[in-house]
C-alpha cells in the first residue's frame, strides 16, 4: 500500500485504474463526496484529531487514503512505440514526484526507474506528483541490462552536461531519454549505452554562472523539446 493525502490527489486516485483500498476522512468530506463510496473498498469517518495522528502532512487535509501498489514490469515493445522517459538514480522524492507530473503533462505515460532509486510511492513523492501518479505507469527495471538490450534497435538519448545542443538534435519518436543522478549526473555504466548525449545550452555568456539544472527541471526542457518536434514533424 502507499498513502496519499488531501481531496485533489485522493479524488483523481480514486478515478484512476488504482485500487483505493480504504479512506480515513472527516465528515465534512464524506458528506460532500457521497458518490465515492461504491468505488472504495472502505471509508472510515475521523475526527481532526485522528486525522492529525496519521498524517504525515504539517497542515491534514480532510482525507487520507490506503492505495494498492501496482505490480507492473516493463514491456520494451513499449518504447518502439513511444518515448520512455527513463531515470538513473534519482534519489529525491520530491525530485521524482515532481518528474512525473512533468510526465503527465507533456504525454510521457511510461518510467522506467533503475533499481537505485528512490521509491515513487515515497509519500513525498506521491505528494509531489500532485495526482498525477494515478495516471503515468512507474516501473523499476535493471535499466543497464533493459538498455543494453535495445541498444542497436532503439535510440537512447542522455542528458549531459556536455552533449550535443538540446535544440540541433533531431529526436526519434521512440525510444529512451535517459535523466541522471542529482549530484553525479549518468552513472558510467549506462553512458556507454546512450546513443546521443544531449545537453541544455546556458544563455549565460559569464564564466561564473549555475553549475548545472535540477534533474526535474532538466526533464521538463527535454520533454518540451520532444514535444515541439513532435508537433511539427521533425521538420526544421
Known amino acids: 500500500m502507499f498513502i496519499a493525502e488531501g481531496p485533489k490527489i485522493v479524488s483523481e486516485l480514486i478515478e484512476s485504474n488504482l485500487l483505493v483500498s480504504g479512506l480515513y476522512a472527516l465528515k465534512q468530506w464524506i458528506d460532500e463526496n457521497a458518490s465515492v463510496s461504491a468505488k472504495v ?18 497542515t491534514p487535509n480532510q482525507v487520507l487514503a490506503l492505495v494498492e501498489i501496482p505490480q507492473r514490469i516493463f514491456q520494451p515493445a513499449l518504447a518502439e512505440k513511444s518515448m520512455i522517459i527513463a531515470l538513473d538514480d534519482i534519489r529525491d522524492p520530491g525530485n521524482l514526484g515532481t518528474i512525473i507530473r512533468i510526465a503527465d503533462w507533456f504525454g510521457f505515460n511510461h518510467i522506467v526507474c533503475s533499481e537505485t532509486c528512490v521509491d515513487a510511492y515515497n509519500p513525498k513523492t506521491v505528494q509531489a506528483s500532485m495526482g498525477s501518479i494515478s495516471r503515468v505507469n512507474i516501473y523499476y527495471e535493471d535499466l543497464p541490462l533493459l538498455l543494453a538490450q535495445i541498444q542497436n534497435t532503439l ?5 549531459f552536461l556536455e552533449g550535443n545542443p538540446l535544440y540541433t538534435e533531431s529526436f526519434a519518436p521512440n525510444g529512451f531519454i535517459v535523466i541522471g543522478n542529482e549530484a553525479n549526473g549518468i552513472s558510467s555504466e549506462i553512458e556507454k549505452l546512450i546513443s546521443y548525449k544531449i545537453s541544455i545550452p546556458s544563455g549565460n555568456q559569464n564564466k561564473l554562472h549555475a553549475e548545472s539544472l535540477n534533474a ?11 514535444n515541439r518536434q513532435r508537433n511539427i514533424g521533425n521538420k526544421y
Not at 473498498?41 to 504539517?58: A, P, V
Not at 535510440?155 to 542528458?159: F, K, L, M, R, S
Open 216 to 226: 526535474s527541471i532538466a526533464t521538463a526542457i527535454i520533454c518540451s523539446e520532444f
Open 155 to 159: 535510440p537512447v538519448y542522455g542528458a
Open 41 to 58: 473498498k472502505s471509508i472510515t469517518c475521523i475526527t481532526e484529531q485522528e486525522l492529525s495522528k496519521i498524517s504525515l502532512l504539517s
